[in-house]
């Protein structure tokens, strides 16, 4: 199983701040994807990065991939109480049919 | 579109019992996912289907766990027996061809309870 390490555990900060969640690996992986899943639902795709060094933004969110596809960053810049949730990393295990194997996540709460 | 449906929302059972899960997926998608989340152990996959054929059940935790996909529009995830320990919400996702850019949908899940 190639694991995908994710810190921190937890962040909480106020609207305004802005935060950085790591995703790190050993593994190389085919893609790397961000997921946000909030309570009682099941997560949602943010983005998608497939070439090392591939940097991607979404409104406030950037999204970076590592050179050697190993590791990930994303970025909240001047974070809304919205942005609260737990984020996901999830790499893409090299000749699978597109298997995801999933980091712990990282819970995220921004208060006002 | 619909999404990927999963039902029931929530199931509460006997130990002992069996437990049926369902999951339609997205039109078009070809591959689909069963996962297991807790806190201990965050999102574990349990298996997965390209084309309705099973392939990697290796996170199936025994037998008592199987899964089916008799059809591109349907599968499903039995537990029988149930036991406490198998209390998880438990996520079916598809992916469309392509899925290293395209990802995953995931449905709304089944928070199981196993008394």
């Known amino acids: 199983t190639q694991l995908l390490e994710q810190s921190p555990q937890f962040l909480s900060i106020q609207e305004g701040e802005n935060l950085t969640v790591y995703c790190n690996s050993s593994?190389?992986?085919?893609?790397l994807q961000w997921y946000r899943q909030e309570p009682g639902e099941g997560p949602v795709l943010l983005v998608t990065?497939?070439?090392?060094?591939e940097v991607k933004k979404l409104k406030r969110l950037t999204f970076q991939f590592g050179d050697a596809r190993k590791d990930s960053s994303l970025h909240i810049t001047a974070a809304q109480t919205g942005d609260t949730g737990l984020y996901l990393c999830?790499?893409?295990?090299?000749?699978?049919?597109?298997?995801?194997?999933f980091g712990a996540g990282t819970q995220v709460v921004v208060t006002p | 579109d619909a999404g990927v449906i999963q039902s029931p929302r929530h199931e509460v059972t006997e130990m002992g019992q069996e437990v049926t899960l369902r999951c339609k997926p997205i039109?078009?998608?070809?591959?689909l996912f069963w996962y297991r989340q807790t806190m201990m152990r965050g999102l574990e996959l349990l298996i997965y289907?390209?084309?309705?054929?099973?392939?990697?059940d290796s996170g199936m935790p025994e037998d008592r766990f199987s899964a089916k996909m008799p059809n591109a529009s349907f599968s499903t995830l039995k537990i029988q027996p149930s036991e406490p320990r198998d209390s998880a919400v438990y996520f079916c996702?598809?992916?469309?061809?392509?899925?290293?850019?395209?990802?995953?949908?995931f449905g709304s899940g089944t928070r199981l309870t196993v008394v």
């Open positions: 996702a598809s992916s469309p061809p392509g899925s290293n850019m395209r990802g995953y949908t």
């Open positions: 593994s190389v992986f085919s893609s």
């Open positions: 990065v497939v070439t090392g060094g």
């Open positions: 999830a790499g893409v295990v090299p000749g699978s049919w597109g298997k995801l194997q």
């Open positions: 039109s078009g998608h070809n591959s």
């Open positions: 289907f390209n084309n309705n054929v099973p392939i990697d």
